[in-house]
């Protein structure tokens, strides 16, 4: 469950970086009981806006702006195009597991792509596979060439950049033009909310004593947020962790930064907390911990999100098999995937 929860972490902290982004998320797995073998969804600007599995079985709305922008039909047919690559996806999964010499256990495959628009003006995008939680298989789309992670991915590489090469443009076109296209439409839809400002809630939290003390930043949107931790008045970053951004429910933030203090360091200096969203900061003092600690209540809320996460957002793409290895959608077929761009 963990190595699935693992790389849409890292596609929300990828867009955190940028100004507007609209990102897709597909995940194949097996090997985990009572869990989708396939999901999608689709987000922007960190908001969830659709999602489907294969229990479902029909691509719903998540983001209640997206309803009146888009024609009565969208969910029937992003559903059909979304049921037409469960199966080819999941044959996917045994191809890598017979390339890792794996058998049983949990596996999961996964695709990340998107968009970026920047206040300038400026895109960018990207468009990477992964497999069991680690990088696989990524598009450079300025050269139309593959960056394999590891060795099991130069097979897939090496025929991509042969045979395959127009997978390749095609993916450079949508990125570049298509989807910038969109995320602008999604953009306009969702104006009020996604211009939203919404101030974070930040409370200084400790399991322990002994343990690390977390500083944590709740409800705030837009995503963009500062954590600094401060002794004496100057900035400090020694024993700090940093934690992922992570949505809440409600389609706000959270995100935490602990520290480790010492009860000497803790009697002989002032550590606080601050945390700066859109303009507005925010100064959290840490008081004696000489007296009982109350239990922590940040740790509830981070498996919360990743709930969050497992049940509506992480998801998986297809790439069709052909032989002994992986290969783009077949000509017979491509109008699955061209369909389900256009629709977004």
């Not at 931790?229 to 900035?235: A, D, F, I, L, V």
């Amino acid at each position: 469950m963990m190595k699935v929860l693992v790389i849409f972490v890292l596609g929300i902290h990828l867009i955190s970086a940028a100004t507007h982004t609209l990102q897709y998320f597909y995940t194949g797995t097996s090997g985990i009981g009572n869990f989708p073998e396939f999901m999608t969804a689709g987000v922007v600007d960190g908001q969830q806006i659709d999602y489907y599995d294969s229990v479902i079985r029909k691509a719903v709305q998540k983001a209640e702006w997206i309803s009146g922008a888009v024609d009565p039909d969208y969910w029937n047919r992003n559903t059909q195009i979304y049921a037409g690559n469960e199966a080819p996806f999941k044959n996917n999964i045994d191809i890598l597991k017979s390339r890792f010499n794996q058998t049983g256990g949990v596996h999961s495959f996964q695709l990340m792509y998107g968009c970026y628009l920047d206040d300038d003006g400026s895109t960018r995008g990207f468009y990477q596979y992964g497999y069991d939680g680690d990088d696989f298989l990524s598009l450079d789309k300025s050269t139309l060439s593959w960056t394999a992670a590891n060795p099991e991915a130069v097979i897939t590489k090496i025929k991509w950049e042969t045979k395959e090469r127009d997978f390749a443009e095609y993916w450079k076109g949508y990125l570049e033009n298509t989807c910038i296209e969109w995320l602008k439409k999604y953009m306009g839809y969702g104006k009020d909310t996604l211009e939203r400002k919404v101030s974070p809630q930040v409370s200084l939290l400790q399991k322990d004593p002994s343990s690390p003390v977390a500083c944590h930043a709740t409800g705030f949107y837009p995503q963009g947020i500062t954590i600094t931790w401060m002794k004496n008045g100057q900035e400090h970053h020694e024993d700090v962790d940093l934690g992922e951004l992570l949505p809440n429910e409600d389609g706000t933030f959270q995100k935490t930064s602990s520290i480790r203090v010492t009860p000497d360091e803790w009697k002989n200096n002032e550590f606080s907390c601050v945390v700066e969203h859109q303009g507005k900061t925010i100064r959290e003092i840490l008081t004696d911990n000489s007296s009982d600690s109350v239990p922590i209540t940040i740790i509830v809320g981070v498996v919360a999100a990743l709930i969050l996460l497992i049940v509506s957002g992480v998801v998986g793409f297809v790439v069709y098999r052909r032989k002994k290895g992986f290969k783009p959608v077949p000509q017979n077929r491509k109008f699955l995937i061209i369909s389900f761009i256009i629709t977004h």
